[in-house]
């Protein structure tokens, strides 16, 4: 069985290949001789048509996509083996081991779009190359030798994963840190180059080694590393659960959608749990920036980009109220009986988000015809003008985040009663730290606007960082101690989902991937016409920054392709395989028998859709 | 269910974000553009979205009568009738938009101008070579009465003799948006490349800025710099 | 129609297509598409309303040395490619601890002209002592490169031009004349050109 599945892979990949290499080589070809005046080295080729900047901007962002869920994955599947071992679920280790499967074949679709990538840019933009491949050879080295092992490592992680178990489960658990660990460094090699090209440092003379060593540590290159490390857990956790929304809405039994449901639940879970201190990534990159180089700075908040940042707050705010209104109904549908309980809270949470994604969204300079400036007396809104700064938003979404904390937190605590003696302690404590939270974001938020811009942003806004960390920090491990000798009052009754909570994990995962197609852009547009920024400019006559709207329909034709490859891949990954038992065979009995309540009852009612 | 269903209050709630954003609100304070007022009213409905299919009962009494009175099932008299004009009303509003859209008219674009554009990489990284002293600062003060204070006022707040004539208006330097949170250098390249040297998101035709560096030398342009924050009581913003 | 109508028409076709297929297709996986499809073009569309702003590169600038007639213009040469060519302000800074390196502010009022040229050309030439170590003392290297030789390469009209801008900025008298340039016809090494 395997064998023949593995062949017919092989085959589809081959095809998928041939078919990509042909679109692409054809207008290649055609414009391979381009403009190079005589004598003078070629800086550019074209591509009729469609442009070269287009087709690299298409494949760079489908390689990143995929680069982010194959270094995502691991680390979800690895968390899920963790869990699987300490809690002895045997649910979390077929879930790992199914993520996996899709890393293989996933694996080699990334390997492949960077290849055509390199290709592409050695073709298109050679001057570039020559310049990075002479400050950056070392580590190109250094890149193929982390690929070999990764590889190895990865290989020896999937096919050993049933021979590995019981007595060498350790060993396997091992090998799945080692794999983290080369991803790791696989993602932070090529991110030293990009974060080169942004923000570069001065490379003296010295050996090879030395100049691609200085380059490597260039300003914004860890700020990017830690953001991209959160985003491939967010972006894994997400995918995972669009991919587990999808199988649930074509489920065609109960036993399916129970697993779907729950796999599903720990997708959005993982995803939120590396959405929280996401925004601080973000926040210490965009410090990073300005220090480098303030014009880039304001080039990204203030300058052509601005806008940019309104439309990163209304998918930001989207995909918090999506995960929220998962996590709620949630609560509402898998715990019987709950919902008069819960109702309450959640109006005044969901009305706490609106209100802070509202002033989020207002803009600084606001889109007003000629009449209604005239009325304002400018661009700006005497009033609702305040929400514009920075110091609204910082503290709109740091309450963001401890809104979402709290739904989070309501959502694991929902249906189990603690048993523990200094649980009431525990909980006012939970609650006074909370509120502390609240009001101490709040203040300070109030309080940035008369103040120096720089006391606000050396103390204020890390302040409320570290205080809406601490809270997550100390309230997650208090919950958790407190949940290990909770009691369970109701059981969670699982595959009674409607079928829009299907559709709202596949929208989260959307979010997500069109909010890195369009920091993407930011962080490529923020150096404006230069290729390595104040060094190298970009004399072709792509040079310019497109604007927002044409931009947009290029990351929403990216994010369409990139959810048909991963699709693809997912189909391509099971077919032939376990068909007879679907992914729920023998293991699944545990999650069987908690549902079993409901699973006659309920397909009735699940199948509904919108 | 008692009282009114999901779906009216829903309604209910809608018109009442509405009628406060558009009507109440001006009454306050200046009138809110339409494009805010949709986007609060189009957060409005996400949030009775989100609170209304939450459970399976929620959603039915929030989508049943929006259903039912578009089908037109078990409902009579002037419901019966007010659906009819929904439905031949609603054709003939998205018809009116799409004309309206299409339609040349007099109205001028919306405005789009970034204040502060991203300054030109020369003169980021400057910074004043003169000391802080109050004969710089004096000699400054008479350098922006002979040249700056025409437009931008005795009291530095944009309201100078000149200043009616222009549109945008002259920058006012007392209003903590403008100079507290640009850095001295950017002030320099302001003031010496005019608004003729704005990029382009900064509308340079609109600006009425002259090019002072045509009359004024770098040092006149530093100390005037230095007088405009001590005169508006302003600091310039700094990056430790 | 313009680009952005154009790009409008296909978000509000996707939308529509979309739409109809949520209405009428039973399939589970084409209906999720769909909704994707449908998702994405409302983003558009969201995106193509707001200010649509692109961001031209400037104009490319050809500067003749026989063009310039004033100490002033030179100083402006200069400060261009402090900021660019040159990449002096990668590592320095001028009135700021925050740089990498010696932050460069009054530099044209405390060094003559031919120690910062020298600095420039020869930037090991004159280097601290470092004392903090057992044994005797060792030159404490510095980090600058040698910035008339690759990969910066300013030519010597570019490095006076830099120093004349130092000195502008610092508030002092430019010292470089402007005899001193080397024009296209005097100069012998094509490199000279680029002024």
């Known amino acids: ?610 | 269910m008692r009282g009114p269903s999901l779906a009216v209050k829903g309604g209910i709630l809608l018109a009442a974000v509405f009628v406060a954003l558009k009507f109440v609100l001006p009454l306050l304070t200046a009138p809110l553009p339409m494009s805010l007022i949709y986007l609060y009213l189009f957060l409005t409905i996400i949030g009775i979205v989100v609170y209304g299919t939450l459970s399976g009962e929620s959603t039915e009494a929030l989508l049943g009568p929006i259903f039912r009175f578009l089908s037109g099932e078990g409902i009579g008299g002037a419901v019966k009738s007010a659906r009819l004009a929904v439905l031949v009303l609603f054709p003939l509003l998205v018809g009116w938009q799409t004309y309206g859209g299409l339609a040349p008219n007099t109205q001028p674009p919306a405005e789009s101008r970034t204040i502060h554009p991203a300054p030109p990489g020369e003169f980021v990284g400057l910074s004043n070579p003169l000391p802080n002293t109050p004969e710089n600062v004096m000699m400054g003060t008479g350098l922006y009465a002979a040249y700056c204070l025409p437009c931008h006022g005795p009291k530095f707040n944009g309201n100078g003799a000149a200043s009616d004539g222009f549109n945008p208006p002259p920058a006012n330097f007392a209003d903590p948006g403008t100079i507290a949170m640009l850095q001295e250098s950017y002030l320099f390249w302001r003031i010496k490349k005019g608004g003729v040297g704005l990029s382009v998101e900064g509308h340079p035709w609109k600006s009425a800025m002259p090019r002072w560096e045509v009359e004024l030398s770098d040092d006149q342009i530093w100390k005037i710099i230095m007088a405009e924050y001590a005169g508006a009581g302003q600091k310039p913003r700094t990056w430790e | 129609m313009t680009e952005v109508q154009l790009l409008q028409t296909i978000g509000m076709s996707v939308i529509g297509v979309g739409g109809a297929i949520l209405l009428f297709v039973k399939a589970r996986f084409v209906r999720v598409m769909a909704f994707v499809a449908m998702v994405l073009g409302a983003f558009s569309l969201v995106a193509l309303s707001v200010p649509q702003m692109a961001s031209m590169p400037p104009a490319v600038e050809k500067i003749d040395v026989a063009s310039i007639k004033e100490k002033k213009e030179l100083a402006a040469i200069g400060q261009k490619i402090f900021f660019s060519k040159g990449q002096c302000a990668l590592c320095h800074t001028i009135g700021s601890s925050e740089g990498r390196c010696p932050d460069l502010k009054g530099v044209g009022s405390k060094l003559t002209r031919e120690f910062i040229y020298e600095s420039l050309t020869q930037p090991q030439a004159y280097v601290y002592m470092d004392y903090e170590h057992e044994g005797r003392a060792k030159f404490f290297p510095a980090k600058m490169p040698h910035i008339n030789k690759k990969p910066i390469g300013l030519n010597n009209n570019e490095i006076l031009a830099v120093i004349a801008f130092l000195q502008s900025m610092s508030g002092e008298e430019v010292t470089i004349n402007l005899s001193e340039l080397a024009t296209p016809s005097s100069a012998s090494s094509e490199g000279r050109k680029a002024l």
């Open chain 1, 1 to 610: 069985m395997e064998h023949i599945r593995n062949h017919r892979s092989v085959y589809a990949y081959a095809a998928l290949f041939l078919v990509l290499v042909f679109a692409v080589a054809m207008p290649v070809g055609l414009a391979w001789a381009e403009d190079a005046p005589a004598g003078a080295a070629t800086e550019y080729r074209d591509i009729p048509g469609m442009g070269s900047r287009n087709l690299i901007w298409i494949v760079a962002q489908q390689h990143l996509l995929l680069a982010g869920f194959v270094l995502g994955v691991p680390i979800f599947a690895w968390v899920c083996e963790i869990v699987g071992v300490r809690t002895g679920d045997q649910r979390y280790d077929k879930l790992a081991k199914e993520f996996t499967k899709l890393l293989t074949s996933s694996y080699a679709t990334t390997a492949l779009f960077g290849g055509i990538l390199l290709f592409l840019l050695i073709g298109l933009y050679p001057k570039l190359m020559n310049y990075l491949s002479d400050v950056f050879f070392p580590s190109f080295l250094v890149y193929c030798a982390l690929f070999l092992l990764e590889t190895a490592t990865l290989y020896l992680y999937w096919y050993g994963w049933d021979s590995m178990q019981g007595s060498k489960k350790g060993l396997h658990l091992f090998l799945g840190f080692l794999l983290n660990v080369f991803a790791f460094f696989i993602m932070i090699v090529p991110n030293s180059w990009a974060t080169f090209q942004a923000s570069p440092v001065v490379i003296a003379e010295g050996s090879m080694w030395a100049r691609a060593w200085a380059a490597t540590w260039n300003p914004t290159w860890w700020p990017v590393n830690i953001h991209r490390l959160i985003a491939n857990v967010v972006l894994g956790g997400y995918i995972c659960g669009a991919y587990a929304g999808l199988k649930y809405l074509m489920a065609q039994n109960a036993e399916e959608r129970v697993h779907y449901d729950w796999m599903g639940y720990v997708g959005n879970f993982i995803g939120v749990f590396g959405l929280l201190p996401l925004p601080f990534a973000g926040y210490w990159l965009m410090r990073e920036i300005y220090q480098y180089n303030q014009q880039m700075g304001i080039t990204l908040m203030g300058g052509f980009l601005s806008w940019l940042f309104i439309l990163q707050a209304m998918l930001i705010g989207i995909l918090f109220v999506g995960s929220n209104y998962y996590f709620w109904l949630g609560i509402m549908h898998r715990i019987p009986g709950s919902e008069a309980r819960y109702r309450r809270p959640i109006l005044a949470m969901l009305v706490i988000l609106l209100v802070c994604l509202g002033v989020w969204m207002t803009p600084h300079s606001l889109v007003a015809s000629l009449e209604e400036a005239r009325k304002m007396g400018g661009t700006h809104h005497p009033l609702l003008g305040v929400f514009g700064v920075m110091s609204a938003k910082m503290t709109v979404s740091n309450l963001m985040i401890l809104v979402t904390f709290m739904s989070f937190i309501m959502y694991w605590r929902a249906g189990k009663e603690e048993t523990a003696r200094w649980a009431k302690v525990a909980k006012a404590g939970q609650g006074v730290l909370l509120g502390i939270a609240v009001v101490v974001v709040v203040v300070l938020g109030v309080w940035g606007y008369f103040v120096p811009a720089i006391t606000r942003i050396n103390y204020f806004s890390t302040t409320q960082v570290l205080v809406v960390l601490f809270v997550l920090l100390t309230v997650t491990p208090l919950t958790g101690l407190l949940m290990k000798s909770a009691r369970t009052t109701t059981e969670m009754v699982w595959g009674v989902m409607p079928g829009r909570a299907g559709y709202v994990l596949v929208l989260n995962a959307v979010m997500v991937i069109l909010l890195m197609t369009l920091m993407g852009y930011a962080r490529s547009s923020s150096r404006v016409h230069w290729h390595v920024y104040g060094v190298m400019q970009d004399t072709s006559q792509y040079a310019y920054s497109p604007a927002l709207g044409y931009a947009a329909a290029i990351m929403a034709l990216n994010t369409f392709l990139f959810c048909l490859l991963v699709a693809f891949i997912f189909w391509v990954a099971s077919m032939g395989g376990e068909k007879k038992g679907g992914p729920t065979d023998t293991a699944h009995t545990k999650a069987k028998d908690a549902a079993s309540p409901a699973v006659g009852s309920a397909p009735a009612a699940s199948t509904g859709h919108q």
